[in-house]
């Protein structure tokens, strides 16, 4: 096969490397894999992309004996290209997993972002780059915005000011991007950035002379920051119709079958294609759930990996993937972990796990002894692959009351009064698909399992899905404003003001939907330019 060059890719076994090497290859180079500590000093260009924990991390480079030599080759300032963690390993450690000592090269420690701040954390999403210097690195970036997913960051200061080449703001200035000689890191995850983020891959990767003599200039709209955009994100329900096919469907409240004819599964569309073409039409972000996951072998289930693979090749924004994320005993008696099932996944092209079933479990028991027994689903991967590579998807049903002390749960005083004139609600949870209720509401859930070392909740509403009214925003007000990491509204949407509307009423970070874009209703474009035009911080 023709190739541009060989590429070295330092992958020390955590997260989804998937991508990089897609997108590497995309701009038509070549892989080599590090596979003893000789093959560092020996590269020409290496390529880090860091995802996962910091302790994690430095543990399997030293226990690689990795760390000697590569300090070595970023001591001598060779081509080199730090991706997230890859960024803030370079420092001399980090506050992540109670204090870790990282390579030290750059001056500085790498702390959580400030809470006093009151923002979302992890740090998810679409942000500004600020460049301190001009750079062939960070030039094509121009307007557009970059995707960034961790809990921790590094702050500039004057030890650290040979080596910062941008900034990024959320609730303070962090750095986003390095560069010392030919070494270069990124917070952000140019792979994950959509044509912006290639396009600084390729920049770094086809450095030739006539581009190393090149002067670049600051972008115009520098030093201006627009803040972290609101996700639009596009979810994909996906299952086995009844001929065995994986196909996208779409349920009312949750159910997916036909109401005329043979009540088949309903079938709109297969799951790659439909993927590709929300990639295209601008989606921050593409969700897989797999439906009937809380049934199934995980990972016997080939298809979802199949599906997933395929749609890393092509696809560079955010992938999630959720349903059937738990510990499971398989036909020939053997018992598999949910992290190797979620190790699977990130190995398959999944940036996220989603976990549903499994979550409500965790956090009944938890609330029931409050301990954390680390053997969750949720805190095991949260442990290996960090917070931000786990979701919590609840699937709640209101429940009207007349009056609070008719419940235990906390309830809350809704405008939309039950059938009954009941002026108060809560929002029970559910598991297997909306089949069981539990005695558990979302809000309480939602602290639980952030407290187990959940990243982000993806919060749906049985009552609200595929009815095109709008989100439950009273739901949504209740679950984000008692939790301080993301909430994802999903379930509802039907015209391009819901989202600005839960945007407006709500501290939702992302809005979800299916329907309206695979029957083409609404345009992810037309939801976008609505945000813009409403004043919401938008990725265009
Ligand atoms: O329990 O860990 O195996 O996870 C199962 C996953 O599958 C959960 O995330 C659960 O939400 C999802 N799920 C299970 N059954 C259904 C179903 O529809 N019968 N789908 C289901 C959930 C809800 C949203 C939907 C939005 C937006 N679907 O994901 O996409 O409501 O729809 P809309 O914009 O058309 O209103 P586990």
């Not at 803030?88 to 809470?115: I, K, Y």
């Not at 329900?237 to 779409?250: H, I, M, S, Y």
Request: charged letters at 25%; a negative charge; proline letters at 5%.
């Amino acid at each position: 096969e023709e190739s541009l060059g060989k590429v070295t890719l330092l992958d020390y076994g955590a997260g989804n490397v998937r991508s990089v090497r897609n997108a590497i290859r995309r701009l038509g180079y070549a892989l080599k894999e590090v596979q003893r500590p000789e093959d560092i000093l020996a590269a020409d260009r290496i390529v880090f992309p860091g995802v996962g924990a910091f302790e994690q991390a430095m543990g399997v480079l030293a226990r690689r004996g990795y760390i000697e030599p590569l300090k070595e080759y970023i001591q001598a300032g060779r081509p080199f290209l730090g991706i997230c963690l890859g960024l803030q390993l370079l420092f001399e450690g980090s506050e992540e997993n109670g204090g870790v000592e990282g390579l030290g090269l750059v001056p500085g420690r790498v702390t959580a972002f400030d809470p006093a701040a009151g923002l979302p954390v992890p740090h998810i999403g679409w942000n500004d780059l600020l460049q301190k210097k001009a750079s062939r690195l960070l030039q094509p970036v121009g307007e557009q915005r970059v995707y960034f997913v961790h809990t921790y960051r590094a702050v500039p200061d004057a030890a650290n000011a040979d080596w910062v080449l941008a900034t990024s703001e959320y609730g303070g200035e962090f750095v986003s991007a390095l560069k010392c000689g030919e070494v270069h890191a990124t917070q952000f995850h140019p792979e994950k950035s959509g044509a912006a983020g290639l396009d600084i891959l390729r920049a770094f990767l086809d450095a030739s002379e006539a581009d190393l003599a090149l002067e670049p200039a600051l972008p115009s709209s520098n030093g201006h920051a627009r803040g972290l955009a609101k996700r639009v994100i596009a979810c994909l329900d996906v299952r086995a119709n009844d001929a065995g096919d994986l196909v996208v469907t779409k349920g009312d409240q949750y159910d997916v079958r036909e109401t005329v004819g043979g009540k088949e599964v309903r079938n709109l569309g297969a799951p790659v294609e439909l993927a590709q073409r929300y990639f295209a039409e601008g989606a921050d972000e593409v969700t897989f759930l797999n439906i009937t996951g809380f049934r199934d072998f995980p990972l016997s289930d080939l298809p979802m990996l199949e599906v997933l693979r395929r749609a890393s090749e092509g696809i560079f924004v955010p992938l999630t993937v959720g349903g059937g994320i738990r510990g499971f005993t398989d036909g020939q008696g053997v018992r598999h972990s949910a992290l190797d099932v979620a190790a699977e996944y990130f190995r398959s092209g999944a940036d996220k796990v989603s976990i549903g079933t499994e979550a409500v479990d965790a956090a009944e028991a938890y609330l029931r002894t409050g301990e954390r027994t680390g053997e969750s689903a949720i805190e095991q991967i949260s442990w290996a692959y960090g917070a931000q590579a786990v979701v919590v998807s609840i699937d709640p049903r209101r429940v009207f009351v007349a009056d609070p002390a008719d419940t235990p749960h906390p309830t809350v005083a809704t405008a939309a009064f039950g059938p009954h004139g009941e002026a108060y609600c809560w929002w029970q949870c559910t598991v297997r698909g909306g089949r069981e209720g539990r005695d558990i509401d979302a809000v309480e859930l939602a602290r639980a399992v952030e407290a187990l070392g959940a990243g982000e909740i993806l919060l749906n509403c049985i009552d609200t899905d595929g009815q095109n009214s709008g989100f439950d925003t009273e739901l949504v007000a209740a679950v984000a404003g008692a939790v301080s990491i993301p909430v994802i509204a999903s379930s509802g949407a039907g015209r391009p003001e819901h989202f600005s509307e839960v945007f407006a009423r709500t501290r939702a970070s992302a809005a979800l939907a299916a329907g309206i874009f695979h029957r083409r209703e609404v345009p992810i474009g037309a939801v976008k330019a609505h945000m813009a035009a409403a004043g919401i911080p938008t990725r265009m």
